[in-house]
């Protein structure tokens, strides 16, 4: 009988992805192991391994396909003999066992997300007045959200499936009307924008959903509160110099923000309690000094994370920042290596920024936002003086971290910043 690929969950909460490439082909005979697709998710894009073996008998989800939710069917093999049947539809039940994998480089990292697993959208179809439709998780949302009657929408994906695109366009309908008074009421929907000649639109990425969906979780649902200070850092940049002297004998390059990195690393270290993320049972302090390092890239921020930094200097926080930063940029990183991380660094200074506020990514306790290093004139003794100063803003979870406590963290960054030799003792 044949097999169903199915769309596999890349990460502990992703509900739905971006079929971005197919390997393979109708006809093509697929072994076990073999790379079938590329599925793009909220950061990075990865490769599928088919799990059985078999020809393929039919492509159900095109490549390009936004919105695949977990579980779909996404393409079909055919078992030695066999014939290919009707296509099934894409937001059918799965099947017994998913028959599509992830690369193995793509497990989940020793520090995932702390929010719970998602539930996927039901994805069976629905019935009406005794009829069957057939519509994608996202196709019934939007459906939903804009009172759109399913029943009147001739379906443009596979088997007439009905997709995003066949909704959007369409009028609201009498069905939400016709829902009984106990149906729960759908959030408000913004009022269209008006284009004209000109205007473009720009359909959404993954990774760009994702964020704008956790900065807003983070913004209802944490109670931040900001500390900024100015910091001297002519010490780190005579100190940085001193150690690329060294470093690019073997072929590296330290930055201000490598050197940063260690110090937030070593004041955590310090810190253990701001080290910490909230849950509504209990605070989770962690073990391990984990630092996120905000990376812009042409899909979105991501935030690769360097481990253990408190335990490495500032050249192979160097190198290992080089790397992942580079395999961020093509979407190549894997899950545990941007997964987790207690901590993160949004750096703006490369773009003349002196001081900004940064939004804190849950499940962690504070971000800091670091500033352009500029000379100044400032008062040392009773002289005016010159010296390079930034200003670090630091954003907190007052639930994990209060005022006092945050005010202290600041205070050791500022000592490891203005005396470098600090980290060293």
């Known amino acids: ?22 390997h393979v082909k109708v006809g093509d005979t697929v072994k076990s192991g073999q790379v079938v697709c590329e599925i793009e998710t909220d950061k990075a894009t990865m490769e599928v391994e088919a799990v059985d073996e078999g020809k393929v008998g039919q492509i159900v989800v ?15 093999l055919l078992e030695e003999g066999e014939k290919a049947g009707a296509a099934p539809a894409a937001a059918a039940a799965p099947a017994p066992k998913a028959e599509a994998k992830p690369a193995p480089q793509a497990s989940p990292g020793p520090r995932a997300s702390g929010a719970p697993q998602s539930e996927p959208e039901a994805r069976g179809p629905e019935k009406h007045d005794g009829a069957r439709i057939f519509a994608s998780p996202l196709a019934k949302r939007i459906a939903a959200e804009k009172g759109v009657d399913l029943k ?50 720009i359909p959404h990425t993954a990774v760009r959903k994702v964020i704008a969906r956790r900065m807003l979780e983070s913004k209802q649902t944490v109670p931040h509160f900001y500390l900024t200070m100015e910091m001297e850092i002519d010490a780190l940049l005579a100190a940085r110099a001193a150690i690329n002297v060294i470093a690019e004998k073997k072929g590296a390059k330290v930055s201000v923000n490598d050197m940063v990195v260690k110090a937030c690393a070593m004041a955590l270290r310090d810190h253990p309690e701001c080290n910490a993320s909230w849950t509504e049972d209990e605070m989770i302090q962690y ?67 002196t001081h900004f506020s940064a939004i804190i990514n849950p499940p962690q306790a504070m971000i800091l936002a670091v500033g352009v290093g500029e000379e100044r004139v400032v008062a040392r003794k009773g002289q005016a003086v010159v010296r390079t100063m930034m200003n670090c803003t630091l954003a907190v979870d007052h639930r994990v971290v209060d005022g006092a406590m945050g005010a202290q963290f600041m205070q050791t960054l500022k000592s490891y910043i203005e005396q470098p030799a600090a980290m060293l003792a």
């Open 1 to 22: 009988m044949s097999i169903n690929i199915l769309m596999p969950a890349l990460s502990p909460t992703m509900t739905e992805g971006k079929l971005a490439k197919w």
């Open 152 to 201: 009147g929408i001739k379906g443009s994906g596979p088997n007439g499936r009905i997709v995003k695109a066949d909704v959007e366009g369409a009028k609201p309908g009498t069905a939400a009307a016709a829902a009984p008074a106990s149906a729960p009421r759908t959030a408000p929907v913004a009022q269209p924008i008006v284009t004209v000649a000109g205007d473009q639109r």
């Open 287 to 353: 073990g391990a000094v984990d630092i996120s390092v905000a990376v812009a890239t042409d899909r979105g921020l991501i935030t690769p994370i360097v481990r253990n930094a408190d335990m490495k200097g500032a050249t192979r926080i160097s190198v290992e920042m080089k790397d992942l930063a580079a395999r961020a940029k093509t979407g190549k990183l894997k899950l545990e290596e941007f997964q987790g991380g207690g901590f993160t660094i949004s750096n703006l200074g490369m773009f003349g920024v």
């Open 62 to 76: 095109p490549e390009g396909t936004e919105g695949v939710a977990v579980n779909a069917v996404i393409a079909v």
